[in-house]
């Protein structure tokens, strides 16, 4: 009992950066990717439910409304709510879980804003997942001080981004070089820039 007690102190306590270590692997808990899942209510409806227990929201295709509430996800025959838009602002969406987008058809547009898990091996998995690569128009990505220029240059596998707004992003050194590989690479493509 003393063992376990010392144990619950050890992770708990402030002071010894605990309580952000407990909170770092409740959030990988989150994004560990069940594939039995997937396959039994479908890639959108198990993405939605990754998305929304990890604090991001969808919205669904043929809808206005953002879904926030993970209890009050729509429920209906298999592949009936597709995703069409992720807001992953203040999210802890994390590489661990991005399996889950495999199976996206009709994402058109993802908002990446104060996420503290992503990093540039999170934006080229993304850029490299085929579904994406075709079907997302718009991206931001905003205050994510993880992200550097190696990140945002991996876009360029994303052939029909037609907007990218990118804003407060630290690790951002070159903007001129990492936005002309971009345009050189996506001519189509408009980014709009607020860097340092």
């Known amino acids: 009992m003393r063992l376990l007690s010392r144990?619950?102190?050890?992770?708990f306590s402030p002071s010894a950066g605990g309580s952000r270590g407990f909170w770092g692997w409740l959030n990988a808990v989150f994004n560990k990717v069940d594939y039995e899942?997937?396959?039994a209510v479908g890639p959108d409806r198990?993405?939605?439910?990754?998305l929304l227990r990890c604090g991001a929201k969808v919205r669904f295709c043929g809808f206005d409304r953002w879904q926030h509430d993970y209890?009050?996800?729509p429920t209906g025959p298999l592949g009936r709510y597709q995703i069409q838009a992720i807001d992953a602002t203040e999210s802890c969406i994390m590489y661990r879980g991005f399996d889950y987008l495999n199976g996206l058809e009709h994402v058109e547009e993802i908002k990446l804003n104060k996420c503290i898990y992503i990093e540039d091996a999170c934006l080229?998995?993304?850029?490299q997942t085929e579904n994406l690569q075709?079907?997302?128009?718009?991206?931001?990505?905003?205050?994510c001080g993880n992200v550097t220029d190696?990140?945002?240059?991996?876009?360029h596998h994303l052939r029909n981004l037609e907007y990218l707004f990118l804003s407060d992003l630290p690790g951002i050194k070159d903007k001129e070089k990492t936005t002309?590989?971009?345009q050189t690479a996506l001519p189509k493509l408009t980014i709009e820039l607020d860097l340092a």
Not at 46 to 50: N, R, S
Request: net charge positive; hydrophobic share 50%.
């Open 71 to 73: 209890n009050g996800l």
């Open 37 to 39: 899942r997937i396959k």
């Open 150 to 155: 190696k990140g945002i240059i991996a876009f």
């Open 180 to 182: 002309d590989r971009l």
């Open 124 to 127: 080229e998995r993304l850029s």
């Open 7 to 11: 144990t619950a102190r050890s992770v």
């Open 134 to 143: 075709a079907s997302l128009r718009t991206m931001s990505v905003i205050s």
């Open 46 to 50: 198990a993405a939605a439910e990754w």
